[in-house]
């Protein structure tokens, strides 16, 4: 889609405001009630979806074009879908997150790209990584003392965080070697191992993460590859979801699913007891943007020449169907482990502000958003905030909350591993 093919959505945008809230029966205080941290942090109401959907219309009318400030509007969306949520509360006929993206892209296409996404999309180009410095020579250094599955039914996808950074390398060898001593068959891609790309479609390069999507999808089939484990949650929406859109066929499970399954089964017995508070973080690709891809392809039609309507009925995804319980469930199955909950939680959790590349491309918009987020964890009273994905764990790392507190990070991996 071109930007020109929201026009009907930015027209029928009626302003209730609720891409600026959680729904208002999941509000529990007024300090934890906002959703879209680009908007709460400029204050202006073209950083919200309606705005952005004000803004698309007058670029596609030509009101205006495109100036340093917009350019820094359309990509300070942190891709986290929260407004996608609360808009579909009450609307069925706009897709807010859809728009954002398209809105990134026609900045790009236009020529809006900074030169710390130039040195990215280099990276990306040359290295297959979008961690900018980053050699493809050393991805797989992190697994080469690990004893793969010659006869493997399942796959290990790291992501550059994990196969990278020096301490959550180590923490992606932890995952790797509690799956092979479960009896899990787990293979790894080694030298074909390669990014996602799903960072370059949230900032709205899409031609770049299509190029690298298409080589993964033949790297999958090269290997054989049937069912995908990664505990990246980038990775986890950009292979569910975007890859199926290009075609991917496979099973594609985040590491806490697998992990709730093994122990479900009583395949992974938890030994130790483990006296923590802890709080979870759901992130944003892994909840409210991990439900599975519906294929479509419908038209749009309307009933009197006024209801918008589809057919056939066009998918719905409104963050029901995300990875929620899995990763309390294994909180929970841990021996001393006491889990109080954030006030914005499961759909509705606030992003942690590493989304849409937002480290590199605004960070003082990131780290600010990470400090709302370490705020309302520390509310609870918990020692520990738990997530599930390196990005977020991350942009949590060192930051502090409104009162000048940081909090305890671990990724849940940590968790379990001190159980064991």
Known sequence: MALKDFVAMQERCSNCSFCKWIPFDKIKSNRFSENCPAGVWANWNTYFARGRFQMGLALVNGEFDYNSERADIARSCLDCGACDVSCKVCRYNLEPLAHNRELKHDAVEHGN???????????YAKEHTLLAGKKKEDRAKWAEKIAWAKDAEVFFFPGCKYSYDRKLAAKAKDIAEI????????GYLGKDDACCGGRAYQMGFFDEFAKGADANIKAFKKHGVKTIVTPCSDCYHALKRLYAERGLDVEVLHVVEYLDRLIQDGTIKFTRTVNRTVTYHD???????????EAWNGTEKKILNQIHTWEPRRPRYNGRLGIYEEPRNIIKAIPGVRLVEMERIKEYAWCCGAGGGMQAVNPELSKWTASERITEANATGADTLVTACPWCESNFAGAVDENGRTINVMDIIDLVKEAL
Do not use: F, I, N, T
Request: proline fraction near 7%; glycine fraction near 10%.
């Open 179 to 186: 799956l092979l001593s479960a009896g899990v068959k787990l």
């Open 113 to 123: 790209v900074l030169a710390v996404q130039k040195k990215m999309l280099d990276s």
């Open 283 to 293: 992130p944003c690709h892994l909840g409210r943007q991990g439900e599975p891809y």
